[in-house]
């Protein structure tokens, strides 16, 4: 599947349910992200609602492209309760070892400024830690 969606122009893939041959999608290059991390790993690009031993080919059937997908949070992910996400058709979805975002197409300026002044005071927090200053105070004078 990630060598027809390579071949296609996907980029990566995000997927709410199980996957196998994690290690094929590696050698490809091939990020693929499923949704919710129930064990982080801090080896690859792969995160599982569950890993799967079977093929999609005996259940799963591609039903619509280009529509409105929900998502709902399963335990442990629901305490406290998440609401449902809405992934629309043009939304960017970005994902790491902590997990996946999804950016509503018409807020990708403000996440990107929200983003950057986030990681603004991170460093500077993260400077006064290093110079051996207290967390409360750190926190107090940035955040």
Same mark, same amino acid.
């Given at each position: 599947?990630?060598?027809?969606?390579?071949a296609?122009? %996907?980029r990566?893939?995000?997927?709410?349910?199980?996957?196998?041959?994690?290690?094929? @999608?590696?050698?490809?290059?091939?990020?693929? !992200?499923?949704? =919710?991390?129930?064990?982080? /790993?801090?080896?690859?690009?792969? &995160?599982?609602? @569950?890993? !799967?031993?079977?093929?999609? !080919?005996? =259940?799963? /059937?591609?039903?619509?492209?280009?529509?409105?997908?929900?998502?709902?949070?399963?335990?442990? @992910?629901?305490?406290?309760?998440f609401?449902?996400?809405?992934?629309?058709?043009?939304?960017?979805?970005?994902?790491?070892?902590?997990? *996946?975002?999804?950016?509503? /197409?018409?807020?990708?300026?403000? *996440? %990107?400024?929200?983003?950057? #002044?986030? #990681?603004?005071?991170?460093?500077?927090?993260?400077?006064?830690?290093?110079?051996?200053?207290? *967390?409360?105070?750190? &926190?107090?004078?940035?955040?």
């Amino acid at each position: 599947m990630s060598t027809a969606a390579q071949a296609k122009g %996907i980029r990566a893939a995000i997927i709410d349910g199980g996957c196998r041959d994690i290690s094929e @999608h590696r050698e490809l290059g091939y990020p693929v !992200s499923l949704w =919710f991390t129930q064990k982080p /790993r801090a080896d690859g690009q792969v &995160f599982a609602r @569950h890993h !799967s031993t079977l093929g999609q !080919s005996s =259940f799963t /059937r591609p039903s619509e492209l280009n529509c409105p997908l929900i998502i709902k949070p399963l335990p442990p @992910h629901s305490v406290p309760a998440f609401p449902d996400t809405v992934v629309m058709p043009g939304d960017i979805l970005v994902a790491d070892l902590d997990g *996946v975002v999804v950016i509503p /197409r018409g807020k990708v300026g403000e *996440v %990107i400024e929200l983003a950057e #002044k986030g #990681k603004g005071v991170d460093e500077r927090i993260a400077k006064d830690l290093k110079a051996g200053r207290g *967390v409360a105070e750190s &926190f107090a004078k940035w955040r």
